[in-house]
Every structure is written in C-alpha cells, then in structure tokens.
T-cell receptor, first 115, second 114 residues
Framework: AQSVTQLDSQVPVFEEAPVELRCNYS??????LFWYVQYPNQGLQLLLK??????LVESINGFEAEFNKSQTSFHLRKPSVHISDTAEYFC?????????????FGKGTMLLVSP | DGGITQSPKYLFRKEGQNVTLSCEQN?????MYWYRQDPGQGLRLIYY???????QKGDIAEGYSVSREKKESFPLTVTSAQKNPTAFYLC?????????????FGPGTRLTVT
C-alpha cells in the first residue's frame, strides 16, 4: 500500500542549529515529492517540490530537500533555523496508483525552535 | 486579492445535524479538494473535483457529500452518518490535477460536533 512516513512527530531545536526532518515513502516506481508548511491555525503552503532533474531542491527561505531513490526518502534540511521556522511540516507524495492526481500526506512533524 | 475563502473559521453543531462547509476560490482553478486534518494524523483526502459537475471520492469519503455546480465553489456537507466529524477541514485548489500544479490551501474551518 502507498504510504508516507514521517517518523518524528516533534523535533525540538535551538535557534541557529541545523535541523533535518525525515520523510520516507513506499513505492518502487516513480513518484513526485513535496514538502508543505503549516503555521498555527492556518492552511498549508508549499515549501518545495521534486518533480524531476536535480535531486537536491531548495526553497527561498533556506530549506532544502534531497530525493534519494534507493532509500525512498525526501528529507528536509536547514543549516540554521530561526524562531519563525516554528511550524508543522508535512511531506506529501503523488503516487502512480492515483494517476498522480492526488497527494498522500505524512502525519506531520512539528518543528519547535527555541531561543 | 486572489485566494481561497473558507467560512466560517469555527463551526459548532449538535450531533445528528448535517452541516455544510463553504469553500470559494477566485483563482480560476479547475481542480478543488477537501481534506480533513486530525491531530497527529496529517491530512486525509475526502473528495476532489477536476471540473464542474464532476467529483471523485478520496480516501475517507464516507459520511460526506460534495457538489460542484460552479467552478469557484466546492461546498462540503458533513452528514449525520459521519461517525467522528469533529476536525479541522481544509479546502484546496489547483489549476488542474497532477503534480505539476501546486495546490493552494484555504485557512480552514474547525468543526466541533457535540
């Protein structure tokens, strides 16, 4: 069955420290990968996506994610976090079983940045 | 400003009542979606629609119904058959179906049923 796994429900870090939020998916064929961010009581915003090409993708606010096909992973990283990065982060995958028409979301990882 | 409007932000209902959640977009998008979000569960797809007068069930459609009479509107009805309706409901839209088209999300409606 298609699934998206975010093993860490919460990741606490100090400001200016590096962070990695993990995402794994189950599929042996091509998929499309996304990271979304949700600030409290708001909708989701697209952070970055991998459709094809370079396996390293970047966002405008310093996050990056690397697609690793052999490990079926798409981990999100930032070398130095800010207080304002505190939010919930969702990994999402477009699988072939849905005709790539819909997204399957992970359960989310709450990033808690403290001073 | 272009965007997605969901109203109201908070909604309270008694058990056994049907309730309709509003979703309007002025982005001229063809595709629209409804998700349910529960703490620690991520987002789960309820229904989606690619064009007017057509919609498809998502992963958890039981107890819900939708309509798509206008391109800009995609209301969701939570029926009394939905066993656990209390949740945060998010509407989204995209230019079309498919991974090349970014989904834009509304601010959500928090429904509480007692």
């Amino acid at each position: 069955a298609q699934s998206v796994t975010q093993l860490d429900s919460q990741v606490p870090v100090f400001e200016e420290a590096p962070v990695e939020l993990r995402c794994n998916y189950s599929s042996s064929v091509s998929v499309y990968l996304f990271w979304y961010v949700q600030y409290p009581n708001q909708g989701l915003q697209l952070l970055l996506k991998y459709l094809s090409g370079s396996t390293l993708v970047e966002s405008i606010n310093g996050f990056e994610a690397e697609f690793n096909k052999s490990q079926t992973s798409f981990h999100l990283r930032k070398p130095s976090v800010h207080i304002s990065d505190t939010a919930e982060y969702f990994c999402a995958v477009s699988f072939p079983d849905s005709g790539y028409s819909t997204l399957t979301f992970g359960k989310g990882t709450m990033l808690l940045v403290s001073p | 400003d272009g965007g997605i409007t969901q109203s109201p932000k908070y909604l309270f209902r008694k058990e056994g009542q049907n309730v309709t959640l509003s979703c309007e977009q002025n982005l001229n998008h063809d595709a629209m979606y409804w998700y349910r979000q529960d703490p620690g569960q991520g987002l789960r797809l309820i229904y989606y629609s690619q064009i007017v007068n057509d919609f498809q069930k998502g992963d958890i459609a039981e107890g819900y119904s939708v309509s798509r009479e206008k391109k800009e509107s995609f209301p969701l009805t939570v029926t009394s058959a939905q066993k656990n309706p209390t949740a945060f409901y998010l509407c989204a839209s995209s230019m079309d179906l498919g991974p090349s088209y970014e989904q834009y999300f509304g601010p959500g409606t928090r429904l509480t049923v007692t």
